[in-house]
């Protein structure tokens, strides 16, 4: 890349079409929807602290609209975006009980979580956008029906997400590596700036909510406790990060090397991230990037979904880290 080259988004997105000759383009189309659904989503996230002037949710404000709660605005205006490129056939959303017809003459259905970890809203911390496309099972002109948005994460064909954070990103992957871009806010696009992300084979960085450790399997305890233990040769004990942003603690455990972790507990053994819309993106792209993501049982890209809002136990991060928890996780189910 010669010095002062930017390239942005679409512009990559093109070159990486240019490889695929049979293609269509179909997919490149629906990548601008997500840009420009994203872009709209940071202005208003970027606005949010401005809500005693904008006005309180669920209230009239000065243009005379209702005002919604951030995370129904960033859901409603991707499945808007969405809806006027045509290329969607079907959202999933956390926001929605049942999956959304968009166009039933488009292939690709979306599964997204518009805004993830909304609870930091308030203090200002770091949220993001979490979105997995699969091209649909049954023909493209039928209704859509769940099993098209049911599958496995394995047949994704692409994720990604958007963190908007002290600057603004959207990291994704069509299967061919992981690509990082910034949104340079004066010119209005995203711009390639961190390109083959790899994540490190080994990390010094765990990130759990530790204040339900008596909740945890004994497995999981003995990790966390590893991790914690004082060990140079291995550069323990690790540092405890976690901020309760899926998307803010995945991108630093990701750049960093890390591992994350969403176990079950004895009240809600599942875990309670959502497999459609956040484990199997966030999978996708640490499988690309050179990670690992597995529920401590089986990868979570091999989970055979059967509800849209399944939630699943999530182990993901350097491979190493979690190669190293699937051992003590099968050492004490053995004992
Ligand atoms: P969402 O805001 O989309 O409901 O997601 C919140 C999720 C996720 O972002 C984060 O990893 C997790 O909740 C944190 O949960 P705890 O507060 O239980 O740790
Ligand atoms: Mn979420
Ligand atoms: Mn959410």
Known sequence: MEMNQVITLSQFIANEQLKYPGSTGDLSKLFRDIKLAAK???????KAGLVDILGEHGTINVQGEKVKKLDVLANDIFIASLKAGRDCCAVLSEEED???EVNRNAKYVVAMDPLDGSSNIDVNATIGTIFSIYKRLSSVGSPVTEEDCLQPGVNQVAAGYVIYGSSTMLVYTTGQGVN???????????CLSHPDIRIPVDGAIYSVN?????KFSDGVKAYIEYCK?????????YSARYIGSLVADFHRNLLKGGIFMYPGTSSAPKGKLRLMYECNPMSFLIEQAGGRSVTGEQRIMEVIPTELHQRVPVFMGSKNMVEQLE?????????
């Open 40 to 46: 709209i989503v940071n202005r208003d996230v970027r």
């Open 98 to 100: 049942f999956f959304h």
């Open 180 to 190: 990082g871009f910034t949104l340079d806010g004066s010119i209005g696009d995203f």
């Open 210 to 214: 530790e204040g339900n450790f008596s």
């Open 229 to 237: 233990a004082s060990d140079s040769a291995t550069g323990r004990p």
């Open 327 to 335: 051992q003590m996780l099968n050492a004490t189910t053995v004992a």
